[in-house]
């Protein structure tokens, strides 16, 4: 090799990618070998520091580790003598199945295609040596074990086919494939030593039965050989399968720090005038005086008698979850949040709602156009089987079994994305109006039982019911998103949206989610200005489902169906691309929003005469 070349990689992936589907300990195929992706310790080479300040303080807090960094995956050098950069990965699975044309049958006649199945050790050059003396390519067997800790491994083949996994792993195992071999029913593992002796695949995924015994404790992912105690049994996985991998991620969006500025404002004035405020009456009265005044423009009379009770008590700042800084800062009293300058992180301007349809008058108080916005989404873990979303205030339940990213904690892989948003704030009076109807409260309990049946079946967590008004911000975000992308120029998988259902408001921010060119196409904001066309479109969508009556029918706690978390709610209507949305297309429901055909009352956008 000449000096100084440089070795090409063995695959490439977007930094998008790296954080959200294929991070430390996601199983991914590469060319010419299936790999596991290594822990942050084989990232190598310049990693880009993500400055933000909020999400950095949050992570250290929950995860109890001082002064934790965020960077970006590492990006490729083009200059041919800098260090050598990239993220290290390891061969996985290392049980592999020779491609060569044979059949077998069976005592009953029954032919199946056969494939030899083998140990890397086994292999001669790289492939499986023939009884006639050739060598023939292989490919890495399909299905591995794997634990809810994370853990993964290969599957003890002689000990499953042999019903012992102290046995001898010595002899030629063989996989039997019947029909397209898509069934695990008609997939066995043969064992030719043991007089042909199988045993169907089904069973390994029986998860009553324990039939692949106890976890091995291996987390490969950060090393060949570091492992440790686990109780929990082993459950097949196909390395292909959705539920291989999810990574946990947290999000926010950069704002102007609201909180540090309200108390500075509050400091300016609170020794000569506010010390001695008794109610939050007072605080009106106090803002009469010049010097009050211009100290606390822009800040809400309830946030000041809050910051003024807490400093009266001598207690230290409130700790506010994520998404209730972001709602707080989007219902400032102002026109104007943040700069407008060419680097900023944020600028926002209130809009006048304008003319309404009779439909929408009544629903929205605020409209904001977000012309620049800035959204860091950090990895701090992964789970296999079932993903841990966070919960309606932005955050993450830290108690699950989460998969580590590293042997020692120091810094996480982050990303930024830039773009434009709008945000939609709707009245907590018409929301508590429409809470009082009846047909919304029966809604409810529908929604509610199929949720405490999904709880049942799933218990890694401690997620909550997330309350019936969020249910129908986050279905009118989904008919908004479809509706916008119709029309605004985006792709629907280029927006994102954020819920909020907390006690300070109800709000839908939908921006561009992107790290791409499409972030910054300005017809977001533009879509945003005539707000109740919009609105008007997305109710439009709703009524009717390419699938009614069959989704309009849907009853959540039906256990044939096991859509629990789902009420009229399909692809033909609400479901989007998973990355748009912030619960993976959960707690949805048409039938809150408008009239659907077979359920009548519970709208809250309600048919007029």
């Not at 500025?261 to 004035?269: D, K, S, Y």
Request: glycine letters at 8%; aromatic letters at 8%; a neutral charge.
């Amino acid at each position: 090799m000449k000096p100084g070349r440089r070795i090409p990689p063995h695959g490439e992936l977007r930094r998008s990618q790296i954080l959200t589907t294929f991070g430390p300990g996601a199983m991914l195929d590469l060319p010419l070998h299936s790999v596991l992706i290594g822990g942050l310790e084989g990232w190598k080479g310049d990693k880009e520091r993500v400055y933000e300040a909020r999400l950095e303080g949050w992570l250290s807090d929950k995860l109890k580790t001082k002064e934790l960094q965020l960077y970006a995956p590492p990006i490729p050098s083009s200059e041919p003598q800098a260090p050598k950069s990239g993220i290290d990965v390891y061969q996985f699975p290392i049980w592999f199945l020779g491609q060569v044309e044979e059949t077998w049958q069976d005592a009953r006649g029954q032919v199946y295609r056969t494939r030899p199945l083998l140990p890397w050790n086994r292999l001669v050059k790289g492939g499986y040596l023939t009884r006639d003396r050739k060598i023939k390519p292989v490919v890495p067997v399909r299905f591995v074990q794997a634990c809810v800790r994370g853990h993964i491994s290969d599957i003890d083949w002689y000990g499953f086919v042999r019903h012992d996994y102290q046995t001898e792993r010595t002899g030629d195992l063989w996989m039997d494939e019947g029909g397209a071999g898509n069934d695990l029913s008609e997939i066995y593992v043969r064992d030719e030593k043991m007089g042909n002796q199988r045993r169907r695949l089904s069973e390994a995924a029986d998860e009553r039965a324990k039939p692949l015994g106890n976890c091995r404790g291996r987390s490969p992912w950060l090393g060949p050989s570091v492992r440790g105690p686990c109780d929990r049994p082993s459950r097949l996985l196909t390395r292909s399968a959705s539920n291989a991998y999810f990574a946990q991620t947290v999000s926010v969006i950069s704002l102007p720090d609201h909180d540090h500025a309200l108390r500075t404002a509050v400091e300016r004035v609170y020794e000569d005038f506010l010390k001695y405020c008794e109610t939050a009456a007072d605080i009106p009265r106090e803002r009469k005086k010049d010097k009050v005044k211009v100290a606390l423009e822009g800040f809400a009379d309830a946030a000041v008698w809050a910051d003024v009770q807490r400093r009266q008590a001598g207690a230290a700042p409130l700790e506010k979850s994520i998404k209730q800084t972001e709602l707080e800062t989007l219902l400032m009293q102002k026109d104007t949040i943040g700069d407008d300058q060419p680097e900023g992180n944020f600028y926002a301007r209130r809009h006048p709602l304008g003319l309404l349809p009779r439909q929408v008058a009544g629903k929205l108080d605020r409209l904001v156009l977000v012309h620049r916005l800035r959204e860091v989404s950090a990895q701090l873990g992964f789970t296999r089987f079932e993903p841990i979303m966070p919960d309606i205030y932005g955050e993450l339940d830290l108690e699950v079994e989460r998969a580590p990213l590293s042997r020692e904690l120091s810094w996480l892989p982050a990303t930024e994305h830039r773009g434009e948003g709008v945000f939609l704030s709707f009245s907590k009076e018409a929301i508590a109006a429409w809470l009082r109807r009846e047909a919304v409260k029966r809604r409810g309990e529908q929604l509610l039982a199929g949720f405490d049946k999904w709880k049942s079946r799933h218990r890694q967590g401690r997620q909550e019911f997330p309350s019936v008004p969020y249910i129908m911000l986050h279905s009118l975000s989904h008919l908004l998103i479809t509706a916008l992308s119709l029309d605004c120029g985006y792709s629907a998988s280029a927006l994102r949206e954020r819920v909020y259902s907390l006690s300070a408001g109800y709000g839908i921010l939908l921006y561009t989610g992107t790290s791409g060119s499409e972030g910054s196409l300005g017809g977001l904001v533009e879509m945003g200005k005539n707000v109740g066309r919009l609105i008007e479109r997305a109710l439009e969508l709703g009524r009717l489902c390419s699938n009614d009556p069959v989704c309009g029918q849907h009853d959540p706690a039906d256990p044939h169906e096991e859509r629990f978390l789902h009420g009229a709610a399909c692809h033909g209507c609400l479901l989007i691309a998973e990355t748009s949305c912030e619960r993976r297309n959960e707690y949805l429901d048409r039938a809150l929003v408008v009239d659907t055909v077979a359920t009548k009352g519970a709208a809250f956008f309600e048919e007029l005469p």
